[in-house]
T-cell receptor, first 113, second 115 residues
């Protein structure tokens, strides 16, 4: 069985603050894929990043960065200099073997001006 | 390139009725997955189809069913609706080769309200 835990239910920050969203996963497979999605109020899940289990390199894309650590089974997401438009629910997800995407419960991020 | 199209966007049904939701994947994508999203349970997997065959099924009662057509379009049906079926139903499409995890693109969802 696979499991994704996002312990932070809701985070509130003021614009320009940095914020880190935590994600811890569980799987018995050695090959797996991790994802982050953003869900704005419109409801659509917007793909942000995919990382496979063999690639532990951290990634930076503009104000977004991801820290993947197999030793702690974590795949954390940091937004630098947050903006109001970053307000959304963020989901971490895992897929391993022939199973389907398993999502965490999501973290609601509220960025105030 | 058109995205994933789900119709209708909103739906209100009465308990006991049945409903059919539609999903048109991105052109060329052969895999379609369905998820139910509720405030209490979060995102839960319903089923996944690849080339008209159901490949995976989540832990939902038999009232929930789906199918995929030869053009990859998919429908899901819920019979004998219950109040607890009120949710956002999301469809995702993927090129999906079995055993890999290429990107999933989600539609905007169908918000079903059962009264």
């Amino acid at each position: 069985a696979q499991k994704v835990t996002q312990a932070q239910t809701e985070i509130s920050v003021v614009e320009k603050e940095d914020v880190t969203l935590d994600c811890v996963y569980e799987t018995r497979d050695t090959t797996y894929y991790l994802f982050w999605y953003k869900q704005p109020p419109s409801g659509e899940l917007v793909f942000l990043i995919r990382r496979n289990s063999f690639d532990e390199q951290n990634e930076i894309s503009g104000r977004y960065s991801w820290n993947f650590q197999k030793s702690t089974s974590s795949f954390n997401f940091t937004i630098t200099a947050s903006q109001v438009v970053d307000s959304a629910v963020y989901f971490c997800a895992l897929r391993s073997g022939y199973s389907t995407l398993t999502f965490g419960k999501g973290t609601m991020l509220l960025v105030s001006p | 390139k058109a995205g994933v199209t789900q119709t209708p966007r909103y739906l209100i049904k009465t308990r006991g009725q049945q409903v059919t939701l539609s999903c048109s994947p991105i052109s060329g994508h052969r895999s379609v997955s369905w998820y139910q999203q509720t405030p209490g349970q979060g995102l839960q997997f319903l089923f996944e189809y690849f080339s008209e065959t159901q490949r995976n099924k989540g832990n939902f009662p038999g009232r929930f069913s789906g199918r995929q057509f030869s053009n990859s379009r998919s429908e899901m049906n819920v019979s004998t609706l219950e109040l607890g079926d009120s949710a956002l139903y999301l469809c995702a499409s993927s090129l999906a080769v079995i055993g890999t995890a290429v990107g999933y693109t989600f539609g905007s969802g169908t918000r079903l309200t059962v009264v």
